[in-house]
């Protein structure tokens, strides 16, 4: 499996508490590493286009979001034109990362009380927009559905270069291995000296069983 990014500086605990590195620490090590990972991202696109990209990780904790947010900043600061989704329903982190309010989101998409475009959130970020999680309900992997996920995936791309989907820990909750499949790529976020070996082990286990295209993982690094 590729190793797509790492991370490693003695900071990492400070930057992933700081979830926009890209635009508030441009010149840091870090932020260089979210860059090093876009052109790892833009290899592999040569040979296989991503447009849709799903980020997730073993457990909570290990910087999955902020990989999220700061590979968007990075891509948009090309030009493209780019969507971030929060998907994690129970324990969102995209609309603090961006100061947006939660009231309206995915979750309000998939109850119907909605529509996607209505969902969508402008950044400061040039070309860069957020869909939040939304409100938090009870039971939200009753809501994640394959077919409904598809086509919010294609109605997207109609309007985005790339989608960026922010999802829940593999093996927390199931909604990740539902849709995993349905994206072209699948990026695998793990922390040195907080993801157990095992459970990096079952996570890339559990998206092979899924069929998703796991195209390598990130690495942060603690000290």
Do not use: W
């Not at 070309?127 to 996920?149: E, F, H, Q």
């Not at 199931?174 to 990096?200: E, H, P, Y």
């Not at 559990?206 to 993982?217: R, S, T």
């Amino acid at each position: 499996m590729n190793l797509l990014a790492r991370s490693d500086s003695s900071t990492i605990s400070k930057f992933l508490k700081k979830s926009v590195v890209i635009t508030e620490n441009p010149n840091s090590v870090i932020a260089e590493q979210f860059r090093t990972l876009r052109t790892n991202l833009q290899f592999i696109s040569k040979t296989k286009e991503l447009r849709s990209l799903i980020v997730t990780s073993p457990s909570y904790g290990e910087g999955k979001t902020t990989t999220s947010v700061n590979l968007a900043i990075s891509i948009a600061e090309q030009g493209k034109k780019v969507l971030v989704v929060d998907g994690n329903l129970r324990n969102p982190g995209v609309h603090a990362s961006f100061k947006l309010k939660n009231s309206l989101g995915l979750t309000n998409v998939l109850l119907g009380e909605t529509t996607f475009k209505e969902a969508i959130n402008r950044t400061e970020i040039g070309r860069l927009d957020v869909v939040t999680s939304g409100t938090l309900i009870a039971s939200p992997s009753k809501l994640i559905k394959a077919d409904t996920i598809s086509n919010i995936i294609e109605e997207c791309l109609e309007e985005y270069d790339l989608v960026i989907f922010d999802a829940p820990p593999v093996l927390e909750v199931s909604d990740t291995n539902i849709i995993s499949n349905l994206f072209d790529g699948v990026i695998l976020v793990i922390c040195q000296n907080k993801t157990k070996r095992d459970d990096a082990i079952e996570a890339k286990r559990m998206l092979e069983m899924a069929e998703a295209n796991l195209i390598g993982i990130t690495l942060n690094k603690k000290r």
